[in-house]
């Protein structure tokens, strides 16, 4: 499990090349670092994750009655 700050996230959307270093956890319990950056997200028809991160975005800016 990795903690992607949402800013990071939609950088890494939205700017060509953009990548940051998110922090986790293996399920044994051993820290680690991987590498974000767009190319990590399974293509899909509708840049379903794409529109995740902005439907977070959203909420943490305080929006009510979202959908996605």
Do not use: W
Not at 26 to 49: I, M, W
Request: hydrophobic letters at 35%; charged letters at 30%.
């Amino acid at each position: 499990m990795c903690k992607c700050p949402v800013k990071e996230l939609l950088k890494a959307h939205t700017q060509k090349g953009y990548e940051f270093v998110a922090k986790g956890i293996r399920s044994s319990g051993e820290k680690t670092e991987v590498k974000v950056n767009a190319q990590k997200f399974p293509d899909n028809f509708d840049n379903y994750h794409f529109k995740i991160v902005q439907l977070a975005q959203r909420f943490l800016d305080g929006e009510k009655h979202l959908m996605y």
